[in-house]
């Protein structure tokens, strides 16, 4: 099946600082997404990105398809950003939903 | 507001007993997951369902069974077959043809 790495597993930041994630996957996807875990558990879907570039706030994204990578910006980063980025993807022609998730990227932020 | 429930928050189970897991959505979501999470991992998916009354297995579904009776709810059952249950349960939700993901805020369970 479709293989899922994150990378760096862990980042620590000071706050203001930038940072890039990046998620490589290995065969073409129909579906990608980025998550972001809080300290708590909670899953929070930041984009939807199968290929192109969305920004949202502080925050953007952009997946080459071709290349089989995606990489997702956090500027001026705050301490509320810490917690557990995911990637995730659906391979191939499948719309079912069903997702691989990477083993995830945890970032911490220092005031 | 719209949104998925998970409950109980925390679950603790004694050996060889069978526990249930709720999930309940008011999105209207025709599309419902359960995951696992193990400590510093990502999520492995258990079984998900499309529509009423019809449920796949995802990629580890042994020890676990689910039913999808109604639209709004997807029950986990953790079986005495799981030999490893303790983990972080998630469930989800999506719309069929769109692709945000809403996710419920877990079920962490704990064998005693």
């Known amino acids: 099946g479709i293989q899922v790495e994150q990378s760096p597993p862990d980042l620590i930041l000071q706050e203001g600082a930038n940072s890039t994630l990046r998620c490589n996957f290995s065969?073409?996807?129909?579906?990608l997404q980025w998550f972001h875990q809080n300290p708590w558990g909670q899953l929070i879907n930041l984009f939807y990105?199968?290929?192109g570039t969305k920004q949202n706030g502080r925050l953007s994204a952009t997946t080459v398809a071709t290349e089989r990578y995606s990489l997702l910006y956090i500027s001026s980063s705050q301490t509320t950003d810490s917690g557990v980025y995911f990637c995730?993807?659906?391979?191939?022609?499948?719309?079912?939903?069903?997702?691989?998730f990477g083993q995830g990227t945890t970032l911490q932020v220092k005031p | 507001d719209g949104g998925i429930t998970q409950s109980p928050k925390y679950l603790f189970r004694k050996e060889g007993q069978n526990v249930t897991l709720s999930c309940e959505q008011n999105?209207?979501?025709?599309?419902m997951y359960w995951y696992r999470q193990d400590p510093g991992q990502g999520l492995r998916l258990i079984y998900y369902?499309?529509?009423?009354?019809?449920?796949q297995k995802g990629d580890i579904a042994e020890g676990y069974s689910v039913s999808r009776e109604k639209k709004e709810s997807f029950p986990l059952t953790v079986t005495s077959a799981q030999k490893n249950p303790t983990a972080f349960y998630l469930c989800?939700?999506?719309?069929?043809?769109?692709?945000?993901?809403?996710f419920g805020s877990g079920t962490r369970l704990t064998v005693v």
């Open positions: 989800a939700s999506t719309q069929t043809g769109k692709y945000g993901y809403t």
């Open positions: 065969d073409s996807v129909n579906n």
């Open positions: 990105i199968p290929s």
């Open positions: 995730a993807v659906e391979g191939g022609s499948g719309n079912t939903g069903k997702l691989i």
């Open positions: 999105l209207n979501h025709d599309a």
């Open positions: 369902s499309q529509i009423v009354n019809d449920f």
